[in-house]
């Protein structure tokens, strides 16, 4: 198999610690370009789709993939460049706001809010839920990284955004790659990318939200099977 290039845009952390497992499972024929958001300043969707298209103008034709939040801002880059990209990976990620019921609250979702549930959730009994100190460790390295006004940007966009028509525009392949036990977006969200796209398989990985890093090998067997199909 001739070297393919994988786009790939993180989810509400911004940075490249949440995707090393999955970049280390990948077989040595994909070239993973990770995209990270800028660590402050604006950070809505329409800011950090520039970063997006001039990843992309490095590699005229790739596959771009978004995790969580990053998967809209996949669809708007696929849409503004449909001649260079060959298919698009959505892993537990949604075209519109994932959790409806949230979307009247999405102004509250303010800096001193999200610093609030950071801390919750630095606690020991609710790092203990996680299934791997590789896990712990890079999201303490993105805790660090990445403070509470530009997450909260981040929210508010995710909870504001949709994306259906820029998917309806994509004539190219996607594969939706989910999660058995996600809790943060909802499987309805599959339902809206299976409507909207013209072509869409869905694959099920086992593991929470974030399976793409505790669970990678699995993830990257079929993001290279999709890559090899569609290349």
Known sequence: MKSATLVLLPGLDGTAAMFRPLLASLPPW????VVTYPPSGPNGYDDLLPLVQ?????????????????????????????TAVRGIILCASFARAPRPDLVPLRFAFRP????????MRRAPAVLSGYPTEDLRRARSETWRQVGARVL???TR????????RHLASCSVPVLYV????????????????????????VVTIEGP?????TN??????HIADFMRRTA
């Open 209 to 213: 939200h974030l399976a793409l890093f």
């Open 178 to 201: 989910a999660a058995s036990r996600d809790r943060v977006v909802p499987r309805h969200n599959i339902d809206d990318v299976r409507a909207a796209a013209h072509r869409c398989e």
């Open 54 to 82: 001039r990843a992309m103008a490095a590699a005229p034709r790739c596959h771009v993939l978004g995790w969580s939040f990053g998967g809209p801002l996949a669809l708007m880059a696929a849409a503004a460049n449909p």
């Open 157 to 164: 966009a995710a909870l504001g955004v949709d994306t259906r």
């Open 152 to 154: 909260s940007t981040r």
């Open 30 to 33: 994909i070239r993973p370009v």
């Open 216 to 221: 990678a090998a699995p993830a990257a067997a």
């Open 112 to 119: 001193p809010v999200v610093a609030a549930i950071r801390a």
